[in-house]
């Protein structure tokens, strides 16, 4: 896995990280064998997505980052090559998710290394760091062939405007065909929703940030 800081115009180091084990019961012996779905193409040994679908994950309530993952962790199992996107994050504190994926092949990791949660950063320095970030997924995904992209809290950098509800529109509209694309985060705008083939709206019954207990290691980060 390449991960990548976007930062005042610096880019950060390559990480490499340790694999895992894995132990499997009743297993068959031809278990890992893929097989085809509807929007899967064989080209002698390759799969690729014949079309590839736009998902949207927003609402007030937790889990849209954590359904974007497993779905990449899903992605990632199949061979696909993915990059994952994340926006209005910091590079540090780590989040647990990015410390395990590291070393993953096919995946690539673009961090944008200025949060907004629980901070009041400068509007036109976040602003600056959304559009950066913003521009390299632009080249990446005319220079690389991505099966699955994941935009991590897109659709808030575009209601709090610091990207144009147009420039995403666009990226939509201009992603090769094969790629799916995922956006995630509260306020999606309803243009976004009414170009979606898949939107999940998460409700919040009950947070235990409510009761008081912060955010806690190894569950929301």
Known sequence: ??????????????FRGRGTGFLYLNRTPNSRNRSSGFFMARSGQDEFMEQGLVQVYTGEGKGKTTASIGLAVRALGQGMKVLLVRFL????PLSGEIAFLEGASG???LTSGLGIIGKKPDRQAVAANVA?????????LIRDN???????????????GYLPLEALIELLDARPAGTELVLTGR??????????????????????LKAGIPARRGVEY
Do not use: C, W, Y
């Open 1 to 14: 896995m390449n991960r990548t800081v976007v930062f005042g115009g610096s880019h950060g180091r390559t």
């Open 89 to 92: 994050k910091p590079a540090e």
């Open 107 to 109: 995946l690539q990791v």
């Open 132 to 140: 950066e970030t913003f521009a390299a997924v632009r080249r990446l």
């Open 146 to 160: 991505f099966d699955l992209v994941i935009l991590d809290e897109i659709n808030n950098a575009v209601h709090r």
């Open 187 to 208: 306020n999606a705008a309803e243009a976004i929703l009414q170009r979606a083939d898949l939107v999940t709206r998460m409700e919040a019954v009950r947070h235990p």
